[in-house]
């Protein structure tokens, strides 16, 4: 069955970027039906959607976020990537890729395939 | 685009059944049939529970329904188990390709 694994350092530094890789098992990133997500939860409070990205290369950020983030796939790697930028003590949280449902590029619907969620501290 | 509302919390004895709420607008919730819900344990990654506004995954009990009125959805659990405790989120598509979640509602099995 498809499963994505988050991966990344769990610690950077105020004012600078933050990256992470989501790697795709058990099945094609390149499906035409799936829209790749990154997902942001802050410890002790709720779910904040950051961006997604189709496997082509089109995306779609949270305009709260969208001057820093950049969300980027590799195919060849079955994998796709977050880059947030100037972070702050504020981006402290887990960080979850997602899979969402959005058959024949339409509408995303749903999030049906999360990873484990990987936690990122902003400190010095 | 704010969050949607939900209600902080929720309770409920085991057999019982409990609704909660996830108010938008006519941009996101009233407008569009793509209303999830999603149940999160503690420490763990969220399960979608519910999608476009009332239909089931496979391998989720009968027990969990959603329906929409308006701009505000709705989360019944009846029944409620134990293992129900958990966070629950609610999630809308709110056009020009954006996402909302809510704020989430703890439940909690008295």
């Known amino acids: 069955q498809v499963q994505l694994q988050e991966s990344g350092p769990g610690l950077v530094k105020p004012s600078q970027t933050l990256s992470l890789i989501c790697t795709v098992s058990?099945?094609?990133?390149?499906?035409?039906?799936?829209?790749w997500n990154w997902i942001r939860q802050p410890p002790g409070k709720g779910l904040e959607w950051i961006g997604y990205?189709?496997?082509?290369?089109?995306?779609y950020y949270n305009p709260s976020l969208k001057s820093r983030v950049t969300i980027s796939v590799d195919t060849s790697k079955n994998q796709f990537s977050l880059r947030l930028s100037s972070v702050t003590a504020a981006d402290t949280a887990v960080y979850f890729c997602a899979r969402a449902w959005a058959p024949r590029k339409t509408t995303l619907r749903y999030f049906d395939l999360w990873g484990r969620g990987t936690l990122v501290t902003v400190s010095s | 685009q704010s969050a949607l509302t939900q209600p902080p919390s929720a309770s409920g004895s085991p057999g019982q059944s409990v609704t909660i709420s996830c108010t938008g607008t006519?941009?996101?919730?009233?407008?569009?049939?793509?209303v999830s819900w999603y149940q999160q344990h503690a420490g763990k990654a969220p399960k979608l529970i519910i999608y476009e506004v009332t239909k089931r995954p496979s391998g989720v009990p009968d027990r969990f329904s959603g329906s929409r009125s308006g701009n505000t959805a709705s989360l019944t659990v009846s029944g409620l188990q134990a293992e129900d405790e958990a966070d629950y989120y609610c999630s809308s598509y709110a056009g020009s390709n954006n996402v909302l979640f809510g704020g989430g509602t703890k439940l909690t099995v008295l």
């Open positions: 990205i189709f496997y082509s290369g089109s995306t």
């Open positions: 006519s941009s996101d919730v009233g407008g569009y049939n793509y």
């Open positions: 058990g099945g094609s990133i390149s499906s035409g039906d799936y829209y």
